[in-house]
């Protein structure tokens, strides 16, 4: 593979960092860091942050970030990283997601990119899953693969074509009932 895309979670302490040594990435990205999720397995919120920020001191040295600027200690953090910004509220990131449409079980966004906003420029994707918050996932793909010079239509091809899991972000009706099923095992 020319790309390899790898989730590291928070699982115990420096579970991040022993990945981002194993890794050695040319590129990361961020989603959220939530001071509550996950913080039974830290020593305390200093140690989450490190952990989960691992990737940003162990990485190859021209390897860059992508991050989430919504995320409160995202925004906060100083990374030593090249970093690339996203987020929905925050209009100071190099790519916001605005006109957030949920239409049934299609998500529909547009995507502005700070350097083009002076050229009214506005591409618009869709994918077919529930809930703004995965505007956010949609994001950071978007951000990483312009960094590798995938173009729009190949970006939106590769959305047209995700399916979730069995388990996860599935909408089903059961007994007249719609149900948003997202469990994790």
Do not use: P, W
Not at 105 to 115: G, M, Q, S, V
Not at 150 to 171: A, L
């Amino acid at each position: 593979y020319e790309i390899h895309i790898q989730e590291c979670g928070g699982g115990r302490s420096n579970l991040v960092r022993e990945a981002a040594e194993l890794l050695q990435v040319d590129a990361f990205g961020i989603t959220k860091i939530s001071k509550t999720h996950h913080i039974d397995k830290y020593k305390d919120v200093e140690d989450l942050i490190a952990d989960k920020t691992s990737f940003d001191r162990v990485k190859k040295d021209n390897a860059f970030g992508v991050i989430n600027i919504d995320d409160g200690v995202l925004n906060s953090y100083s990374f030593e990283s090249k970093i690339y910004t996203y987020g929905i509220n925050n209009l100071d990131a190099d790519y916001v997601g605005k006109n957030i449409v949920q239409k049934g079980e299609r998500l529909e966004f547009d995507i502005e990119c700070r350097n083009e906003l002076a050229k009214n420029t506005v591409k618009r994707f869709s994918l077919d899953i529930i809930g703004t918050h995965n505007v956010y996932n949609a994001l950071m793909v978007y951000v990483l693969a312009k960094q590798y010079g995938i173009s729009d239509e190949q970006i939106q091809s590769g959305f047209s074509k995700y399916k979730s899991g069995k388990i996860r972000q599935n909408v089903r009706t059961v007994a007249g009932r719609i149900l948003y099923i997202d469990c994790f095992k």
